[in-house]
């Protein structure tokens, strides 16, 4: 405390009377008392002056384009992890309530905002914030990751197959993949660890996706100097699908009958020009053995 340390005694000196000291420690005293009563008066108004408590002032757009959820989704989001972050048995005399916590992680999310600011904007110790993320977060993980990312099965895989091949005319595909880098701050004692081909620092966040770009499977935390390949060699899915442990389809030939015939007639003249060039006189001895055998 600078308060403290700016008074210094000197009890070997005769100058200092008993009542001296006690009129300085009085007034150290009281110095503290002022400062801690501010500090609690700004935190007591948490409920009445917090952000927390202007949000209920919202309509359902400014809702939605603050918390990036909707009110029934957030209505969703809390009745399944309430119990996990519930403050009951907290010894603090008003402990922050399951909604409040919800509406700070969301918020740190959507906006990116550091702790000390979320801390000033909903009256509560930058430290408080910090908890309340990392709480969240894992209850999340926790009861909502076996709900909306559960482990895939082939019959998943298979529909979702189906779903590429029919949206997208792409048989056989089971997925989407790509990695993103998400900039953080460098780690401690991390050298060049972290730092990505874009001359940031940042973790890849690798990504499988269906059709509809909903998430399949994710795998995050690698180190942003990593290439998306090697991101996902090192990863448990790429391990799973070598060690025949991941619920894959079997194996199957790619539908060659296409009832577009104006596709086809297309494909025609495609190889029919390709032959062309395969017999021209730039064409090597493989090339006009496989026309000759009628490959091409």
Not at 29 to 51: D, F, I, M, N
Not at 76 to 101: F, L, M, Q, W, Y
Not at 109 to 129: E, F, H, I, L, P
Not at 136 to 145: D, T
Request: glycine share 6%.
């Amino acid at each position: 405390m600078e308060t403290a340390t700016a008074l210094l005694f000197d009890f070997n000196s005769e100058s200092d009377s008993e009542d001296e000291f006690v009129s300085e420690m009085l007034f150290f005293t009281s110095q503290l008392t002022k400062r801690k009563a501010a500090r609690s008066l700004y935190l007591k108004r948490r409920k009445s002056h917090g952000e927390f408590a202007l949000t209920k002032e919202f309509n359902d757009g400014q809702f939605k384009n603050y918390f990036r959820l909707n009110r029934d989704q957030f209505i969703e989001v809390h009745e399944i992890i309430k119990k996990e972050i519930d403050a009951e048995g907290c010894n603090a005399t008003r402990p922050i309530g399951t909604e409040e916590k919800l509406s700070v992680f969301l918020r740190f999310m959507a906006t990116g905002n550091s702790y000390k600011s979320m801390a000033y904007s909903y009256r509560m110790g930058d430290r408080t914030v910090s908890n309340i993320v990392r709480e969240v977060s894992e209850a999340i993980w926790k009861l909502m990751q076996p709900i909306y990312l559960p482990q895939p099965t082939e019959e998943q895989w298979k529909s979702v197959a189906n779903s590429f091949e029919r949206k997208w005319q792409f048989p056989h595909c089971i997925g989407a993949i790509d990695g993103k880098h998400v900039v953080i701050k460098k780690p401690g004692k991390s050298g060049s660890s972290y730092i990505n081909y874009k001359h940031t620092f940042s973790i890849v966040l690798m990504a499988v996706v269906d059709p509809d770009y909903k998430f399949i499977t994710i795998d995050v935390g690698s180190q942003g100097r990593f290439s998306d390949g090697n991101v996902f060699s090192t990863g448990v899915l790429a391990k799973k699908m070598l060690n025949h442990t991941e619920d894959m389809p079997q194996d199957q030939l790619l539908p060659l009958e296409s009832n577009n015939s104006r596709s086809t007639q297309k494909a025609f003249e495609i190889r029919e020009n390709f032959k062309n060039y395969f017999n021209s006189a730039g064409a090597i001895p493989w090339q006009r053995e496989s026309v000759a055998r009628g490959k091409y």
